[in-house]
């Protein structure tokens, strides 16, 4: 197994480019199984994540290419109609095929995901959107069987929390069904936005794309057609913290600053500055004592949906506050679970206390983190190690890294590029 090594404290100075959003890749993959024909995906960044999606395509019957960033993909024959338990156990977002096979196949048999370590993470508002528009479930052996007798038919479906893939799912069965379909409660993230933009370029009739009620026209069929893979919004808040974290300026380019609504807000209140051009970001920290160094201030975060700060850069604005100048209250609301970095940041020093679904953190300050073999918990957990990691003193060695390797592309040659000392060994 690989492990990362990294010698903490060296600012980072330059110039990093962003890769397409594993979020959004994942259902504009499935989607692709709604209409047959050769779908070409640009910017489409290269993870385990993806590959594990593109396995999944390819089990069902289509085929695919990669040239570059861009995907071409056909599903003319379609020969499968399960997701298994191998694959969707390591990427739950393989449940995500659930929507576009009903609507081309009338049936689809996917493993059942269990809870995860950030927390339960049940499907149950998908399936009770399927059923809604006319869907069929049952639990068979550890698989969901979803059928319909003729086609999908329309239904108002409202969610009680608001559901990402939930949404992206029952809109790709609606999209392809008899009738109007209304979407209650709708997740309104950036991802679903780029979903609605591939389904209505296919021929789809939906309304309300960025507001939490959509409406779907459900038209007969639809047709491939090629669309661009929106900039991963948690990479680039990633970069952002990084390098409010270890001091230095950088260019974060490729990005898109108006899906970072909070993260910008919070940043500035932390005293960090952030220039936003239309698609890049730069965070440039002033001198102090000879270091280039941002202020740091500790301040209170609530994860929340979209426009929300996002529960996918938590782990890593922990990391961040833990070396703020006063008490920081991190309050998770989205996963029951995902405090798993509090542990391993408190192995390098950190003062972190749980209480329920807050977390009460008591900045050390700048220079006072220390370097530990940590162990990588889930995605985002490990990418707050490596901040943890970048900006302590001495030799932090970061085990399980293939967490990390889901959903960072190159993420150990773009800090080098930076001027990180990060470096990857086989264990
Ligand atoms: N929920 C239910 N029942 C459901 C669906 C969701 O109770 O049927 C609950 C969840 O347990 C959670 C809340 O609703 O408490 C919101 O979960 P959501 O369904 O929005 O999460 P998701 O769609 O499974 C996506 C991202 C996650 C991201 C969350 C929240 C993808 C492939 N995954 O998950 O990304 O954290 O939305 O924004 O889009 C990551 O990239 O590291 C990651 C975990």
Not at 132 to 153: D, F, N, P
């Amino acid at each position: 197994m690989d492990k990362l090594i990294i010698e903490g404290g060296s600012p980072l100075y330059g110039t990093v480019s962003i890769s397409g959003a594993k979020n959004a890749a994942l259902p504009l993959l499935a989607a692709t199984l709604l209409a047959p024909g050769w779908h070409t995906l640009h910017n489409v960044p290269d993870l385990r994540d993806t590959r594990t999606m593109l396995k999944l395509l390819e089990i069902l019957g289509a085929r695919w290419e990669r040239s570059g960033q861009t995907i071409r993909i056909n599903t003319d024959q379609l020969t499968g109609v399960e997701a298994p338990y191998d694959l969707v156990k390591t990427m739950r977002a393989s449940v995500l095929v659930l929507g576009p096979l009903l609507s081309r196949s009338g049936f689809a048999r996917v493993s059942l995901p269990g809870g995860c370590a950030i927390g339960a993470r049940p499907i149950n508002y998908h399936l009770k959107g399927f059923e809604k528009l006319g869907v069929a479930t049952r639990l068979e052996q550890g698989y969901v069987e979803a059928s319909v007798t003729g086609r999908l038919q329309g239904g108002t479906v409202y969610f009680d929390t608001p559901s990402v893939t939930g949404t992206e799912n029952v809109l790709m069965a609606a999209v392809i069904s008899e009738g109007t379909t209304i979407i209650k409660n709708a997740a309104k993230e950036p991802e679903v936005g780029n979903l609605i933009d591939m389904l209505t370029a296919m021929g789809g009739a939906i309304e309300g794309k960025d507001t939490d009620r959509l409406t779907v026209h459900g038209v007969g069929r639809l047709q491939a057609t090629e669309s661009v893979i929106i900039p991963d919004r948690i990479e680039t808040g990633t970069y952002l913290i990084a390098v409010a974290a270890t001091g230095g300026t950088v260019t974060i380019t490729g990005c898109n600053p108006a899906h970072l609504p909070a993260l910008s807000e919070k940043l500035a209140l932390c005293g960090v500055k952030i220039e936003a051009a239309e698609n890049s970001m730069t965070v440039s920290c002033p001198e102090i004592n000879g270091k280039n160094r941002c202020s740091l201030h500790s301040i209170d975060i609530t994860t929340l949906p979209f426009p929300g700060f996002p529960t996918d850069l938590q782990a890593q604005f922990m990391a961040l506050m833990v070396q703020g100048d006063g008490v920081s209250i991190i309050h998770e609301t989205i996963f029951e679970n995902r405090f798993m970095h509090v542990a391993e940041l408190k192995r390098m020093g950190a003062d972190i206390t749980i209480e329920g679904s807050r977390a009460v953190v008591r900045g050390i300050g700048r220079d006072k983190l220390c370097g530990a073999p940590v162990m990588a918990t889930d995605l985002r957990a490990s990418a707050s190690l490596v901040i943890a990691g970048l900006s302590a003193s001495g030799t932090t060695e970061i085990s399980r890294i293939y967490h990390l390797e889901r959903g960072y592309e190159n993420m150990v040659e773009k800090l080098q590029g930076l001027g990180a000392k990060i470096r990857k060994v086989r264990e």
